[in-house]
């Protein structure tokens, strides 16, 4: 399954991870692990990243994703998010 981000930098010209990471004040590195399922992200990291996007990707979007690429390296195990 795609990635939201995948998405918005599919959609957004010009659009790039350095410039969505400058925006939402994180790192590439950060941005990275999350979009792979690693690791943990506070509200306030995807709340910041979403803003950055300029609502297109939403906080929800963001959690159900990083559960589904955790389940996955899980080996489907694991909780999974709903989008409200």
């Not at 981000?5 to 400058?22: A, M, N, Q």
């Not at 941005?31 to 609502?55: D, P, Q």
Request: proline share 2%; hydrophobic share 35%; with cysteine.
């Amino acid at each position: 399954m795609t990635h939201p981000l995948d998405v918005y930098f599919s959609k957004v010209p010009g659009e790039t991870r350095k410039t969505l990471c400058d925006r939402a004040s994180i790192s590439q590195m950060h941005l990275s692990r999350l979009m792979r399922g690693e690791g943990e992200f506070s509200t306030k990291s995807l709340r910041a990243i979403s803003e950055a996007t300029g609502g297109f990707v939403s906080v929800a979007d963001l959690a159900t994703a990083f559960e589904r690429a955790s389940a996955e390296k899980r080996g489907g195990q694991g909780r999974t998010t709903t989008a409200a």
